[in-house]
Antibody, heavy 120, light 108 residues
Framework: QVQLVESGGGLVKPEGSLRLSCAASGFTFSDYYMSWIRQAPGKGLEWVSYISSSGSTIYYADSVKGRFTISRDNAKNSLYLQMNSLRAEDTAVYSC?????????????WGQGTLVTVSS | QSALTQPRSVSGSPGQSVTISCTGTSSDVGGYNYVSWYQQHPGKAPKLMIYDVSKRPSGVPDRFSGSKSGNTASLTISGLQAEDEADYYCCSYAGIFLFGGGTKLTVL
């Protein structure tokens, strides 16, 4: 069965950096676009970034552009999010999600997420 | 990149029907049939309920249906059940993804 397990969250000071990982299993990782989505405490879902199956196409939300970098290692079935210049407003649970793409575009599987807290 | 607009809350009694709206623009909801809906119970990961405006994944009850008119998509839940109480989010794809602010459904 499809499994997505995030790791790497924690407490970081403003302007600090953190690298999140998402380990995928149960499907051919290299066939799928992948995404990061975050949810601030008590708030709604916010799309952060997505990457194509080969890694050649990448998009970011305006709120993280220039500060976050998404990447993937298909040999390791892993997705990453490098987060730099972190701000208090980046505090959220970060989840990875598999994207069905091509004729459709939606998220069919989600991980449970990893909490990132930005605070001094 | 503005969020799609959803009502903050809706409610209904068991057995009734409720509709949640999701309003965007002609550049997102109105321009493409890539609207999806997600159900999220507290502390849980979101679950896909509707994709491509009106298609249901296998396993989702046919009480859940989706539609779109112009720049507004809608999720209708008929025959409300207690377990339907959750937060619901719409999402539109137009090169990037946009979520709605979420709607809390209360089953009275």
């Amino acid at each position: 069965q499809v499994q997505l397990v995030e790791s790497g969250g924690g407490l970081v000071k403003p302007e600090g950096s953190l690298r999140l990982s998402c380990a995928a299993s149960g499907f051919t990782f290299s066939d799928y676009y992948m995404s990061w989505i975050r949810q601030a405490p008590g708030k709604g879902l916010e799309w952060v970034s997505y990457i194509s199956s080969s890694g050649s196409t990448i998009y970011y939300a305006d709120s993280v552009k220039g500060r976050f970098t998404i990447s993937r290692d298909n040999a390791k079935n892993s997705l990453y999010l490098q987060m730099n210049s972190l701000r208090a407003e980046d505090t959220a649970v970060y989840s990875c999600a598999r994207i069905v793409s091509g004729w459709d575009y939606y998220f069919d599987y989600w991980g449970q997420g990893t909490l990132v807290t930005v605070s001094s | 990149q503005s969020a799609l607009t959803q009502p903050r809350s809706v409610s209904g009694s068991p057995g009734q029907s409720v509709t949640i709206s999701c309003t965007g623009t002609s550049s997102d909801v109105g321009g493409y049939n890539y609207v999806s809906w997600y159900q999220q119970h507290p502390g849980k990961a979101p679950k896909l309920m509707i994709y491509d405006v009106s298609k249901r994944p296998s396993g989702v009850p046919d009480r859940f249906s989706g539609s779109k008119s112009g720049n507004t998509a809608s999720l209708t839940i008929s025959g409300l059940q207690a377990e339907d109480e959750a937060d619901y989010y719409c999402c539109s794809y137009a090169g990037i993804f946009l979520f709605g602010g979420g709607t809390k459904l209360t089953v009275l």
